[in-house]
Nanobody
Framework: QVQLVESGGGLVKPGESLRLSCAASGPSPPVMGWFRQPPGKEREFVAALKMNGATTIHANSLRGRFTISRDNAKKSVYLQMNNLQSDDTAVYYC????????????????????WGQGTHVTVSS
């Protein structure tokens, strides 16, 4: 059983940056990623990567501002978020898959087996 613990959320002003962290305990997941759920909306894909370094993907609308990275030794992934805007306000969830996922499916929520508790990010002036 994999457990995920996120940290790093908070309240920031437009244009500022935040870095989210997610640490996994238990078996090393082959794929980890980030999703977010804005207020009143469905959960959406943000970014994901294979822990062997083979594939890294980002949501098209966020590429250039958000960057996912990993530290295999710590079984952790990070989400660097720059130039945050009010539309980025959401609960951010870390996710992990029990088995390998093909690259074309890494954006799909149903491919992930484990979820963190979520960390709130609020962007407001």
């Amino acid at each position: 059983q994999v457990q995920l613990v996120e940290s790093g959320g908070g309240l920031v002003k437009p244009g500022e940056s935040l870095r989210l962290s997610c640490a996994a305990s238990g078996p090393s997941p082959p794929v980890m990623g980030w999703f977010r759920q804005p207020p009143g909306k469905e959960r959406e894909f943000v970014a994901a990567l294979k822990m062997n370094g083979a594939t890294t993907i980002h949501a098209n609308s966020l590429r250039g501002r958000f960057t996912i990275s990993r530290d295999n030794a710590k079984k952790s992934v990070y989400l660097q978020m720059n130039n945050l805007q009010s539309d980025d306000t959401a609960v951010y969830y870390c996710a992990a898959a029990r088995r390998p996922i093909i690259a074309s499916s890494m954006r799909q929520i149903d491919q992930y087996d484990y979820w963190g508790q979520g960390t709130h990010v609020t962007v407001s002036s």
